[in-house]
């Protein structure tokens, strides 16, 4: 019902709208920076009109503005409903942190803070002699790994930052690993993923990055 009530919302040519379920994304594209911002802000308008007409209302606190460019310059403040919608250097949005050079940094420093605290929770059960190594094992696969690869969900997005990004993710797993074993200093990460055997993040990137690349080129629609 949700779908068939907003079906009718006003679209322009120049501009592109993502939806998910009630949660909204509208995109310009263009080399200059405040052309973009212009042709979001004639689509808001429309928007504007379109709620007034069916006595919709929105919260405009929950908007963010957020121009993506290497460039230092950003574009003039967007409106809607008279009301200057917050602009921001990155955000959060179906569970990814976007920021605005699409560098994933701020993502992945996020998901390394996260790791850490629950690593701390569970380091008992990591290190204990009474649990088993298979075990341990899958108390990382379990608790630990689903948060950076939570059904690899976006990875094929964040896959791509600097190797630098990827490397705080894998140096977790690889300090993890090594507590799960107790493995001395002068075993290597390479020996560990190997022997347990478990991907390491650059791995299961590439593995997932083709499996999607794969699925869209077969995709009926094109």
Known sequence: ??????????????TTTGDFADDKAFLALHSNPETATNLIQNHLNLLSIWYKEWGIKVNENKFIHCTFTLRQAVGS??????????????????????DCQLTWATHIHTKRIVLNNRSHQLRFLLTTKHINLKNKLFLYKLL????????NYGIQLWGAAK?????????????????ITKAPYYVSN????????????KNVVKTFYKHIHSNLYKHHNP
């Open 77 to 98: 403040p967007v409106y809607l409903n008279y009301f200057h919608l917050p602009s921001a250097q990155n955000f959060h949005y179906l569970g990814l942190q976007l």
């Open 144 to 151: 630990l790994k689903p948060i950076w690869d939570f059904g």
């Open 1 to 14: 019902l949700f779908n068939l009530f907003t079906s009718d919302q006003p679209t322009t040519a120049h």
């Open 190 to 201: 390479d020996t560990l993923h190997k022997y347990l055997p478990i991907q390491t993040v």
């Open 163 to 179: 190797p630098f990004n990827i490397t705080m993710i894998q140096s977790f797993q690889s300090k993890c690993l090594q507590q």
